[in-house]
């Protein structure tokens, strides 16, 4: 029996995309990929990226904290920066809703 991945990839997005819209598949995937590339690159260069009716990506920094690296029996500072996501109202109230 075949086990169903319970993520969504961007194979299941191309497909579906493909499907609504009739586009080629090949360039369906090049637009959703350089989607995806826009956002990166606008996080990674410090930008909050907006998407309407689902929400905000932004780089996060926290403070730099010292730890201990057994490799090279150091101290090390290491600066700390995630990306935080902020779903918006609609989508909360979706996830409510369902």
Do not use: C
Not at 28 to 49: C, M, P, R, S, T
Not at 59 to 69: F, G, N, V
Not at 73 to 98: C, G, H, Q, Y
């Amino acid at each position: 029996m075949a086990r169903r991945n319970k993520n969504a990839t961007i194979r299941d997005l191309t497909a579906r995309t493909k499907k609504e819209t009739g586009i080629e598949k090949e360039k369906v995937k090049k637009i959703i990929e350089l989607y995806f590339d826009e956002i990166k690159n606008a996080v990674l260069a410090g930008k909050q990226v907006r998407l309407a009716s689902f929400g905000n990506f932004e780089l996060r920094s926290w403070k730099e904290s010292t730890y201990y690296d057994p490799h090279t029996k150091k101290k090390m500072i290491k600066k700390i920066r995630t990306v935080s996501f902020k779903p918006s109202t609609k989508l909360k109230e979706k996830i409510k809703s369902d």
